[in-house]
């Protein structure tokens, strides 16, 4: 079964960074592509991020582009979340989750993903 488990939320401070892990389970990394979301109180889930399975391509969201990374450690089954130079606007639960495809399919409403983790929350704060 396929399984997220998300970490390394909590306090980031403006300009500083903030590091978020996605340990998967129950298949194979380099099968799919590997999005991150994010979703404030009372808004929809946001793609931000996307990482692709066969070329490693990328995707970000406008409002990230620039200041957060995407990466994958294939051996560890980990995708990760660079978080650099945070804004009051990013603090969120963040989420990770697959559509099991290959390659990024980002942007994309949050229904087209079939598994999620449970999130993790930032919080942005001086």
């Known amino acids: 079964q396929v399984q997220f488990v998300e970490s390394g939320g909590g306090l980031a401070q403006p300009g500083g960074s903030l590091r978020l892990s996605c340990a998967a389970s129950?298949?194979?990394?380099?099968?799919?592509?590997i999005g991150w979301f994010r979703q404030a109180p009372g808004k929809e889930r946001e793609g931000v991020a996307c990482v692709s399975s066969l070329d490693l391509s990328t995707y970000y969201a406008d409002s990230v582009m620039g200041r957060f990374t995407i990466s994958r450690d294939n051996a560890k089954s980990t995708v990760y979340l660079q978080m650099n130079s945070p804004k009051a606007e990013d603090p969120d639960v963040y989420y990770c989750?697959?559509?099991?495809?290959?390659?990024?399919?980002?942007?994309?409403?949050?229904?087209?993903?079939?598994?999620w983790g449970q999130g993790t929350q930032v919080t942005v704060s001086s």
């Open positions: 989750a697959t559509d099991q495809a290959v390659l990024c399919r980002l942007p994309a409403p949050s229904y087209d993903y079939d598994y």
């Open positions: 129950g298949f194979t990394l380099t099968d799919y592509a």
